[in-house]
């Protein structure tokens, strides 16, 4: 079998060789759509606040940057893998995920919120919530939340993606959610979210789930293209290019203090 | 009752299955022509697997007849997508490793290529499986006859096994290229393009997965009715000239 | 024993061995297994075990039967029935699991609540679950899969059989019961077997719809550890002692059925 794969990598390197020249940065998002940071349309086109803020901080640092969709419960071992040289999917920066790749400084931060059907008249507490099911994405910061707080009273349902909790929320198949609060303001803004669903409440802050902020992921290795992307995210924080892009998507400050 | 209405709206439907943005039906398209290149490369890697696998396992010696046994019979026990999982990640981290301890830089693999490599190497365990029992069904005198005439080894599989196999094994290999072509949809699961994936950006942009999953698994129907007609001809002409053990069907 | 151990005994088997055994050693010492005690101990993975094999049985059961019926429409029912019957399995044998999966829990899913009557009714609790529409799906695929079998093994009984318990007066049901499908099932053993361990291989992919099988699991693992490959290979390691057990159960079976057929 080794021997197998020793002779599909000398192919493949032949067959990519040309391709590994040119010096493209490729910034891993997550596959799904997760408004008002990352959406995809029909022509394949990525957009949204975090696309608009990495391109503010390639073309500030004149790096060659596009976007690759990856799994996101895959894309850490995508990032280690070298399939993606950043991460810039809305993941906090967390003592346990430091273990394993590199943060930049944070670009903004989010406390957790819960959502709810707009019948529920509970309060965003975990005696409210208690016997609730609730559907919380896997991998993230919220789930270390919901299971701190939450998992002793309530079910804990995982998903694979965000969209999905969101769609089964509205389907009223879990009777709440808890996730990044800026993220479900996006997805209240839609017409789905706007119909089914409301925000129950903002949730005190946990500094041990939640982290310091968010920031992009890079391979510990990577400590020059970290450096840059911190120069990067200073330079569009000064010049005005960050409140530029957040007053097209927000209405309040989202970088905190 | 939304979805129904939609459905049934014509503008609304057509709009969102339209070949152009904002309709989704641009997107499928890559994805189906994504869906067919992994196929398509996966069953040429897994075929030339399964040929050497295959001549491996019955003429090799007893260590490559044991690690081919190994070989067939682990890839075969274990799901396929837990094996793509873990050879996506895997084959191009070793990849990078052989490439950096070589003295090279590091390279980007395309999705596309390391899943057409893992699903054709997935695949020749089981084509491995279907060519040795074709080679096995051709009359062993025929071979002694090819020998006897002083054909070498080359020139006897090249002449009399392969050409007579193939009416044997193609059953077994149009089974497994429908397999695969539904595999493919596996690499939905570590966020490639591919069909079933984009079907469902479709149906989380839009909200409307009854339509997509449903153009989707017409579209996969049409893969599968066209290339069962194609193996069905194939086989035929593979067997021009044999005696009609099955061929005349039920 | 002697048997098995006979054939171990050649030289280039023992140094292949040993290669395993050291390859398997360098495993568990490289690698992170530190993860392991706390998911036994919490149960997880007990639970993710039992969900994978109850789905794998009842799924089995439920759509074998139907698979029954489905073939026994395609051999012998009037059109009416053989068509619909016919179109079934193409349809399942042609797409993908996956996308079957997610078309019932997407988009039949997401049709449900749509309407009150459903909404309000003492089965939505069922229903806003995700486990129905995963046995469901996993039923209709091992239908769909057998029931071309089940019609190639109705038609390989031979003739003169049902012709002979047709001539001992027995009725339509008698003689199904008696002869046809007995014989029928007989034939097809071990192609059931071998069905069987491809739906075992099917079951991971449940997880994509939040149900907590063995795979969702290590899912859960990973994403609590940040370990990719070890709880990977174990659950590889897993799903290849069930598959064995499956190949040893139908072995067993084969040999208590009598294997000369008419």
Same mark, same amino acid.
């Given at each position: 079998m080794k021997k197998q794969i020793l002779a599909l990598a000398a192919m493949a390197a032949v067959a990519v060789s040309g391709v590994a020249q040119a010096k493209t940065i490729k910034v891993g998002v997550a596959a799904e759509p997760y408004p008002p940071f990352s959406t995809l349309d029909s022509s394949g086109k990525w957009s949204g606040w975090e696309i608009d803020l990495m391109h503010a901080i390639c073309k500030d640092q004149h790096l060659d940057c596009v976007v690759k969709a990856v799994a996101w419960d895959g894309i850490i071992p995508a990032l280690n893998a070298g399939q993606i040289d950043v991460i810039m999917a809305s993941m906090s920066i967390t003592k346990k995920r430091e273990k394993v790749i590199d943060f930049s400084n944070k670009y903004y931060v989010t406390p957790a919120a819960v959502v709810a059907p707009k019948s529920a008249t509970y309060k965003a507490t975990p005696e409210g919530m208690k016997g609730l099911t609730i559907g919380v994405e896997i991998g993230t910061t919220n789930q270390a939340y919901a299971k701190k707080f939450f998992g002793?009273?309530?079910?804990?349902?995982? @998903? *694979?993606?965000?969209?999905?909790?969101?769609?089964?929320?509205?389907?009223?198949? #879990?009777?709440?959610?808890?996730?990044? *609060?800026?993220?479900? /303001?996006?997805?209240?803004?839609? !017409?789905?979210?706007?119909?089914?669903c409301k925000l129950v409440g903002v949730l005190p802050y946990d500094n041990e789930t939640l982290g310091t902020g968010i920031g992009a992921g890079f391979r510990k290795s990577d400590s020059k293209l970290r450096a840059e992307f911190n120069k990067g995210i200073a330079d569009v924080r000064k010049s005005g290019e960050y409140d530029k892009i957040t007053k097209k998507y927000f209405n309040f400050n989202i970088y905190g203090n | 009752m939304n979805w129904l209405l939609g459905l049934f709206e014509p503008g609304h439907a057509l709009g969102l299955l339209a070949y152009s943005p904002p309709g989704w039906g641009g997107p499928l398209l $890559?994805?189906?022509?994504?869906?067919? /290149?992994?196929?398509?490369?996966?069953?040429?890697?897994?075929?030339?697997?399964?040929?050497?696998?295959?001549?491996?396992?019955?003429?090799?010696?007893?260590?490559?007849?044991?690690?081919?046994?190994?070989?067939?019979?682990?890839?075969?026990?274990? !799901? /396929?997508? #837990?094996?793509?999982?873990?050879?996506?990640?895997?084959? !191009?981290?070793?990849?990078?490793? $052989?490439?950096?301890?070589?003295? @090279?830089?590091? #390279?980007?693999?395309?999705?596309?290529?390391?899943?057409?490599?893992?699903?054709?190497? $997935?695949?020749?365990?089981?084509?491995?499986?279907?060519?040795?029992?074709?080679?096995?069904?051709?009359?062993?005198?025929?071979?002694? &006859? +090819?020998?006897?005439?002083?054909?070498?080894?080359?020139?006897?599989?090249?002449?009399?096994?392969?050409?007579?196999?193939?009416?044997?094994?193609?059953?077994?290999? +149009?089974?497994?290229? =429908?397999? =695969?072509?539904?595999?493919?949809?596996?690499?939905?699961?570590?966020?490639?393009? /591919?069909?079933?994936?984009?079907?469902? *950006? &479709?149906?989380?942009?839009?909200? +409307?997965?009854?339509?997509?999953?449903?153009? &989707?698994?017409? =579209?996969?129907?049409?893969?599968?009715?066209?290339?069962?007609?194609l193996f069905a001809m194939a086989e035929r002409w593979a067997r021009r000239g044999q005696p009609g053990i099955r061929g005349g069907g039920i | 024993m002697k048997a098995f151990f006979a054939p171990m005994m050649k030289t280039h088997r023992l140094v292949l061995l040993a290669l395993a055994v050291a390859f398997f050693g360098w495993l568990w010492w490289t690698l992170d297994w530190s993860w392991l005690p706390d998911y036994i101990n919490n149960g997880l993975i007990l639970a993710g075990l039992w969900t994978t094999i109850w789905m794998l049985v009842v799924s089995w059961a439920v759509g074998l039967f139907l698979a029954i019926w489905l073939g026994l429409a395609q051999a012998s029912g009037p059109w009416y029935l053989a068509l619909p019957a016919k179109g079934f399995c193409s349809v399942i044998r042609g797409t993908p699991l996956l996308l079957q999966l997610w078309f019932f829990y997407y988009g039949l899913g997401s049709v449900f609540p749509e309407f009150p009557w459903i909404r309000q009714s003492a089965a939505w609790e069922i229903l806003r679950q995700s486990w129905p529409y995963a046995l469901f799906a996993l039923t209709l695929s091992f239908a769909g899969y057998e029931g071309e079998v089940m019609r190639g093994a109705f038609l390989g009984v031979p003739k003169g059989q049902l012709e002979a318990a047709r001539a001992y007066g027995m009725s339509r049901g008698t003689i199904l019961r008696r002869i046809w499908l007995p014989q029928a099932i007989r034939r097809v053993l071990p192609t059931i077997g071998g069905e069987t361990v491809m739906q075992l291989k099917s079951t991971p992919l449940i997880a994509t719809i939040t149900v907590l099988d063995l795979y969702q699991v290590s899912l859960h693992i990973r994403q609590d550890t940040y370990i990719i490959y070890p709880p990977l290979l174990l659950l590889a390691l897993t799903y290849m002692v069930i598959t064995g057990l499956i190949v040893l159960l139908f072995r067993i079976v084969e040999n208590q059925v009598p294997s000369k057929l008419g």
């Open positions: 002793k009273t309530a079910t804990l349902k995982t @998903y *694979q993606t965000q969209d999905q909790v969101d769609q089964d929320l509205a389907a009223g198949r #879990i009777d709440a959610t808890i996730a990044d *609060q800026f993220a479900l /303001e996006g997805f209240l803004a839609t !017409p789905s979210g706007k119909s089914c | $890559v994805g189906l022509a994504h869906t067919m /290149e992994v196929a398509v490369g996966a069953y040429i890697l897994g075929t030339v697997i399964g040929v050497m696998g295959a001549y491996g396992k019955l003429y090799g010696g007893p260590v490559t007849k044991d690690l081919m046994a190994v070989y067939t019979t682990c890839v075969r026990a274990i !799901p /396929e997508l #837990i094996e793509i999982l873990i050879l996506f990640y895997l084959v !191009p981290e070793v990849v990078n490793q $052989v490439l950096t301890g070589m003295g @090279y830089g590091r #390279i980007d693999l395309p999705p596309i290529l390391v899943g057409t490599v893992v699903l054709g190497f $997935v695949l020749g365990a089981y084509m491995t499986e279907v060519l040795r029992g074709a080679i096995l069904a051709v009359p062993h005198g025929q071979v002694e &006859a +090819a020998r006897a005439y002083g054909m070498s080894a080359l020139q006897v599989a090249r002449r009399v096994t392969l050409p007579q196999m193939l009416g044997y094994a193609l059953p077994g290999m +149009a089974n497994l290229w =429908l397999n =695969l072509t539904k595999d493919t949809a596996l690499l939905a699961v570590i966020g490639f393009n /591919e069909l079933t994936e984009t079907s469902l *950006q &479709a149906g989380g942009t839009t909200k +409307a997965f009854m339509l997509f999953f449903t153009a &989707a698994g017409v =579209l996969y129907m049409v893969i599968s009715v066209a290339s069962g007609r | -």
